[in-house]
């Protein structure tokens, strides 16, 4: 029975590795969406461009525009790594009881192993006792 719960045990913690895969790509993808708005608003800065309004009053719009994008995206990057922190501990604690199963079974084994061997050492010692037995008589 145990076995078989430790096979859905390790199951579960094959998904969620696989689970854990994805949001890390998740988090990195938002991560890089930050940094190239982070690049575009850096290269709308003003530089030796000719002065007219139109020109500055779109610059502005687009500054306002992308530093919103930006903000956003920050809080998305932000919350895909929570999210990817808070995954990687129910990994850990799924780890945990896998690891605690093979440990219990492990050792129920060992104690059977043991019992068998006590088992076995008794049908040895007894034999050898009544061929002692006949013997002297």
Known sequence: MLKSYLGLQQEELENLGA?????????????????KLQEVLSSLRPGSDKFHPLLWQNKQQMDGQLRRLLSHQVQQSALARLDLERHEGELVRQFGRVKGLELLLARRDDVARQQQERRDQLQLDELASLRHLTRKE
């Open 19 to 35: 689970e854990r895969q994805r949001l890390r790509e998740l988090a990195l993808r938002e991560e890089q969406r930050a940094h």
